[in-house]
């Protein structure tokens, strides 16, 4: 008897001392220093209140005195337009400013009187279409430049946005045609859009991070992922992309539609660039690359962000890196971080390069025309609660606030990480990803919780908004709101 209590505590002292091992911290800080630039800031709320207090005041004007100011309105954006297409205009020019103060007016208005919606996306189009095609000729990495082409391309989304959620009680198309662009490569049908071989695709997924994702920026965006799509001779269609479950990997047209998605946007290479003309097919053959490559060796999921090392790949690289073996180095406008929370937030997840390609700022590169936007109208109004709340948590994290793990868990995450580790050996995506620690995975888990509590309470808030003002807090107020939320914690 005396043996087996010698034994029972033999064994329970080499439990107690492995557990007290695996409580030592690891090294787990990573590398790399913010960008030395300043993160982009509207500093508009005088304006956005006086937007919604024109909206609450069309709502009760007589319809057709709204009416009379929409059509004055549009009158002077399309002269305006008119303005924009002259050859060799500047970023700078005051045309574009006018007709965002336009576009702006005209918001509050179509959102009071959704009649005309129709009539008000077709005009973002075409306003979005001129500005592309104007951006060709600016210095997209001169701050001014840059600040200028954010400002009208996601400030024009933003007013079109706030309108089809005010207007929601009319349904509206999911799939947006924005530029008919000509491409030589095999097509196939993506929610309802015709795509090619070698067009990308950014979206915002539906998870914790992806939030921070595309909200942790200079520019804060719309997107969050960006996946290459292979369409083969027999028109079987591929999606190429980075997972940070399992690395880059190919999925079918399903799978990726199955994959939650709260928006897409599909862009393609201008044909009028001088690589295209010299090659029609060059966007299917970097297409193939990357489709064979994933196919032909493993590659991780890259945590660090250096789109540098093609060892491992997150999902901006995958496009940035099959276009750049063929000729085309996408991200003319450079990503920076420069946000010390932010920085230090993406440090936590293992994030070192703050001098990257961000999903969102695809939009902006001048080599690439928008063929379509998709939003899902159920998912549309999720989409801006997430970026608000968001927003809110990056304001406290610039503020010191920090990213926690529960300490007493990490002997148990490890052991689970051990296991993960074996599956990834044979190939096998597992719980924890490949290339994340386990201090990593309880502070992404401490961050999801941050998140969703504060997520919770600033709904309950959206929604005694709605109650008490029968319309929906516009996303300046969601901010607001999901402020009041934090300060509660």
Sequence with gaps: MNKIKKRLLYCLGVIVLAYLLMLIPDSDKAGGSAATNKAFVWDKDILWSQLEDNFKIAKLENKSKIDSNIQALFLSGEKLVDKIKLPGIAATDTSFTLLLNNFFSLAPLIAAQPQQRDSFIRFYNKIRREVKLQSQHWKINDVVVRNSLYQLLYGMRAAEEEVLLQTASVPFDAAIMVTDGASATPAATLFGITVHSGDLLVSRGGAEVSALISRGNDYPANFSHVALIYVNEKENAFLIEAHIEKGVAVSSLAQYIKDKKLRCMVLR??????????????????????YDEALSRHIPYDFKMNFYDSTAMFCSEVASYAYRKNGIDLWQGVSTISSPGVVDWLNAFGVENFVTQMPGDLEYDPQLSVIAEYRDPETLLKDHIDNAVMDVLLEQADKGKQIKYNHWQLPFVRMVKGWCMVKNYFGKPAIIPEGMSATRALK???FVAMYQALKTKAVVKIDQFKKDNHYLPPYWQMINLAREAATEQ
């Design 444 to 446: 992404n888990q401490y």
């Design 269 to 290: 290479p201008r044909a009028d660039l001088l690589q295209l003309q010299q090659d029609k097919m060059l966007p299917q053959k970097a297409a193939k690359l990357a």
